[in-house]
Structures are given as structure tokens and as C-alpha cells.
């Protein structure tokens, strides 16, 4: 079982302690327009020693200055708004290469297949386990360090 201690382990052995600052952090976004979800994945990523931001709309993500700073987008699919499959696409037409990672209550295999096609890392069904999450965060930092997202 791949708990939250194994996967500080991993990370924290890679970091040079003299050398690390919030700014060196990899930085995960959420776009969740649920309050409580932005909340308790702020806390969860943040526990495991990334940056994090939050952001209610994929418009309040769009129109931040971490679009291209951040090192992995976690998505809502279902939002008010633009949804998270415009903002996946949005990003890609502008050549933003950004790992995301899926989020969703609504187990639709037709959409979680446009949603891997069109590049993203995976795709979580609510309620996810903290280990699964840490999983994908895990491979979109690998797939961004390897320049394949």
C-alpha cells in the first residue's frame, strides 16, 4: 500500500534541503468549483510538501499567473463556466503542456477516454483515495520532467 509517508519518502530524499524554497517547490493546481474539494486537496498536497494553489473556475485559473508555472493541473471535469475538458483543450491549442490529472463524479467511460486521448495523466473518479491521487500527481511530475506532457 503507497501511503502519504512512502511518498514523502521518495520526494523528500530527492530535495537538497540548502537549496529548497517555496519558490523550488513543484507547484499543483486545482480547479474544483467545490469549495470543500479545493479545501481538502490544498491540504492533502500540501502535506506532502508541494506549493499548491486553488481556484474555484477554470476562468480564475486561466486568468492567474500560474498557468505556466504550475507543474501539475488537477481538474474538475463538470464545472460551471468553462468545463474541464474546454480548459484541457484551451490549454493545448496554446502549446501549454501541462500534466492534468482528472477529477470527476461521474463515472462516464466515453468522456474519461477523450479525456486520456487528449493527454491527460489520468482520471480519478470521486472519492478517490489519497493514494491514487498521489499516484497521478507522481506520474505528472515524472511525465513533465521527462517532457512528455
Known sequence: MYTRIDFLSENVAKLDHRKV???????????????SIRESLRNLIRSVGFAVNVFASAEEFLNSDHVHNTDCL?????????????????LATSHCKLPVIFITAHGDEELRSRTLNGGAVDYLLKPFSEEALLNAIGAALKSKRNGSR
Do not use: W
Open 21 to 35: 524554497s517555496m519558490a523550488n517547490l513543484p507547484l499543483i493546481s486545482v480547479v474544483d468549483d467545490d469549495d
Open 74 to 90: 488537477i481538474l474538475d471535469v463538470r464545472m460551471p463556466g468553462m468545463n474541464g475538458l474546454d480548459l484541457q483543450r484551451r
